[in-house]
């Protein structure tokens, strides 16, 4: 069995199945295969690429599906930056602890409360922003970016 890739018909052949094969067709590694279907199942789509071989990529998206992904984006980034700060067993026991708490125990739980504010913050901040974008300035946006999340801290 083998597996053969047509960048004219975009599509894969499978020679147990397929008796004749399109005239550009080329043999695809099974792994390869594997790895374009499961990208295709996140959302990616083969196309071929400029040496003909199949390529995943994102579909092409409009403004506001980009604003979308990318305030998607903008919450899983403020998420994993709060978590890298304190868990969320530790934001709960803060929480509760924080009332009866005295000196350095109370300073270190301020200063985590106040660190993930900042990130909320920045969060927020970083949304509204997105949601003024143009589509050109949407596409050159990068979330991670560490300026969007110390501004609101520095302040």
Not at 25 to 51: C, M, N, S, W, Y
Not at 102 to 128: F, K, P, T, W
Not at 140 to 150: G, L, M, S, V, Y
């Amino acid at each position: 069995m083998s597996i053969h890739y047509s960048p004219s018909r975009n599509s894969f052949f499978d020679d147990r199945v397929h008796a004749t094969l399109p005239d550009d067709a080329h043999l695809v590694t099974a792994e390869e295969h594997a790895r374009l279907l499961d990208a295709q199942t996140a959302g990616k789509v083969i196309t071929p690429g400029l040496d003909g071989e199949p390529t995943a990529r994102r579909p092409a998206e409009n403004g506001e599906q980009l604003r979308a992904r990318l305030i998607t984006a903008t919450k899983r980034e403020a998420a994993h930056r709060i978590e890298a700060i304190a868990p969320l067993w530790r934001q709960l026991n803060d929480w509760r602890d924080l009332p009866l708490s005295q000196g350095s125990e109370r300073a270190a739980i301020e200063a985590r409360v106040a660190a993930i504010n900042a990130i909320r913050e920045a969060s927020n901040d970083l949304e509204q922003k997105l949601a003024a974008m143009t589509a050109r300035q949407l596409a050159k946006a990068d979330i991670a970016n560490d300026t969007h999340w110390t501004q609101g801290a520095a302040a």
